[in-house]
């Protein structure tokens, strides 16, 4: 069993940067993958970014790439998303996920683990 506490999310001006942090529950932390995905209201839930277990895969969406960086801590059982050039579009609540399997980490219902959600709100 995973638990997940997202944070960092907030209210930020167009251009702005936020950094959300996903801290992990058990001692299981480094057997995970771990996801971020985010859902805008009246939106189906979009895949952002992943990261393998130690860190040395990351794949992003197209709306992240070169503006997003997802990283890890194993130490600290914690995933980040540093999110800069922020832009209103990128407003929705974002929440962390993981599962055991690099593979299919587009699909949110392939992940077995999820957190509650934080809300980031991008006013222009």
């Known amino acids: 069993q995973v638990q997940l506490v997202e944070s960092g999310g907030g209210l930020v001006q167009a251009g702005g940067s936020l950094r959300l942090s996903c801290a992990a529950s058990?001692?299981?932390?480094?057997?995970?993958?771990m996801g971020w995905f985010r859902q805008a209201p009246g939106k189906e839930r979009e895949f952002v970014a992943v990261?393998?277990?130690?860190?040395?895969?990351?794949y992003y969406a197209d709306s992240a790439k070169g503006r997003f960086t997802i990283s890890r801590d194993n130490a600290k059982n914690t995933v980040y998303l540093q999110m800069n050039s922020l832009i209103p579009e990128d407003t929705a609540v974002y929440y962390c996920a993981a599962r055991q399997v690099y593979s299919d980490y587009t699909i949110p219902l392939e992940y077995d683990y999820w957190g509650q959600g934080t809300q980031v709100t991008v006013s222009s």
């Open positions: 990261i393998s277990w130690g860190g040395g895969r990351t």
């Open positions: 058990g001692r299981t932390f480094s057997s995970y993958c």
